[in-house]
Every structure is written in structure tokens, then in C-alpha cells.
């Protein structure tokens, strides 16, 4: 034990000071939410001199293939988005949630059934807490994003939300890429039509085969930064507007 001691102690401090820097005990700053927005609810937020920022959002996953396909395009393009995960998901597909933080983007809780009808107060906590803790187990990530299943509002989901410091996350822009009948360019022109500073665009990378949304994600990316945006994550929109 003593020799194994001493010659520890004949290496450089490095991996000393490597272990102590560890992010796992340090809180993530990109996904701190400013305490204004606390228990709010956020639709859009107004950048101070109107700055060309937008925020992608895509909820519903981890999912096979798609999920990683949307990665591969952001990363490529140099985007960072914020998925919105639904627990049962996750817990099928962690790794790919781990890929997501990996690659610097932000995460948010969307419940685990994703269930839109009027709950009870204990399974509200539940569809909550329980995919809070599951993120926070696979990813070492404590968000205090919450998005509802649907935008429903009344359903007590996004009450619990509130009163406990989440920051409830709706959206100003749908891609409307769940209309089973549209075609790929369909989402693009619907982003592109209603794109303005600040905006919280809604799309899906899983809960149904979201190849559409795959093949509309490199136009809408590409269009969007020719108009001069540039893309945040939830996170820095609202510290944005906390400074500002
Ligand atoms: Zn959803």
C-alpha cells in the first residue's frame, strides 16, 4: 500500500486536477434558466435590438434513427437545438440522449406517456419527476425546461411545472411536421413564412416516422441562415433576454 502510495505521488498533479474538474459537479451554464422566467410560461422571446436569433426545438424522442440522422445534419451545419424528451423514449434510448448533450445541445422534460388528458396531482408528479430523474440519471443534466404534450395547458401538467421552477416552454412557429399528408417542403415553407427574432420553432424527431422532418431539417437550417439567423438553444435565448 505505501510503495503503491509513494509512486502515486511521483506523478505530475494532472490527473489530480483533471478529476477535480470533472462536469459532473459542475452545473452546465449554457442551461441554466435566468430566474425571471421561473414558473413562467414563454411563447417567444423579444431579443433586445430585435437580433436575428431563433430556436429549434424537436420533441418527442430519443428515436431510432432519426433522432441520430437530426443530429448528424445540426452537427454538420454547426446548429445547436433543444430536444425535448419524452421519458419512455429515453429510457429505450439513452445513449442517443447522451449524444444529444455530447454534442452541446439542450434538453428539456416532456413528460413520460406523453399524455395530453386531465390528470390527477400524483401522476402529474410522476409524468414529470420521473423523466426529470431519468435525464438527470443518463446525462448528469438537471433541466428545468418543461414542454406539454400538445401545448395542453389545463391538464395539470404545466400547473405542477410552474410551481415547481420549471419554465414552461410552448412556441411561436410550427413546422406543422405531424401533418401525416405534407410534403417535406411543406414544413420548410411554413418556417420560413413565419420566421422572425426570437421565435421558438416546433418540430419532431420522434412519436411517429418523422423521415419528412429529417428531409425538411437541411433547407430549413440552410434558408434561415441566409436570412441572416442565427441559431440558440432555449437556455441561451433566455439568458439573452435576461441580459438584455
Ligand atoms: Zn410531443
Not at 411517429?208 to 430549413?220: F, K, N, W
Request: charged share 20%; proline share 6%.
Amino acid at each position: 500500500m505505501a510503495g503503491c502510495s509513494v509512486k502515486h505521488n511521483t506523478f505530475t498533479q494532472t490527473p489530480h486536477r483533471l478529476l477535480l474538474q470533472q462536469p459532473v459537479a459542475t452545473p452546465n451554464p449554457t442551461l441554466a434558466v435566468p430566474a425571471q422566467f421561473q414558473g413562467k410560461i414563454i411563447y417567444r422571446i423579444q431579443p433586445r435590438n430585435n437580433e436575428k436569433v431563433i430556436a429549434l426545438t424537436i420533441d418527442d424522442g430519443p428515436w431510432p434513427k432519426t433522432t441520430l440522422q437530426m443530429l448528424r445534419i445540426l452537427q454538420e451545419n454547426h446548429v445547436k437545438a433543444t430536444f425535448f424528451l419524452v421519458g419512455q423514449a429515453l429510457k429505450q434510448h439513452p445513449e442517443i440522449a447522451k449524444q444529444e448533450v455530447a454534442q452541446g445541445h439542450a434538453i428539456g422534460n416532456h413528460t413520460w406517456h406523453h399524455w395530453y388528458r386531465q390528470m390527477d396531482e400524483a401522476t402529474v408528479k410522476n409524468e414529470i419527476e420521473r423523466t426529470t430523474d431519468l435525464i438527470y440519471q443518463i446525462t448528469k443534466v438537471k433541466t428545468f425546461l418543461f414542454r406539454p404534450p400538445g401545448g395542453f395547458l389545463n391538464n395539470g401538467l404545466a400547473a405542477y411545472a410552474k410551481s415547481h421552477n420549471y419554465t414552461v416552454i410552448m412556441w411561436s412557429l410550427t413546422s406543422a411536421d405531424t401533418d401525416r399528408h405534407a410534403k417535406p417542403q411543406a414544413f420548410v415553407n411554413n418556417v420560413l413564412k413565419g420566421a422572425k427574432p426570437g421565435a421558438i420553432i416546433l418540430m419532431h424527431d420522434g412519436g411517429g416516422d418523422r423521415q419528412r422532418t429529417v428531409q425538411a431539417l437541411p433547407e430549413i437550417i440552410s434558408k434561415l441562415k441566409q436570412q441572416g439567423y442565427r441559431f440558440v438553444t432555449i437556455p441561451e435565448l433566455l439568458q439573452m433576454k435576461a441580459k438584455g
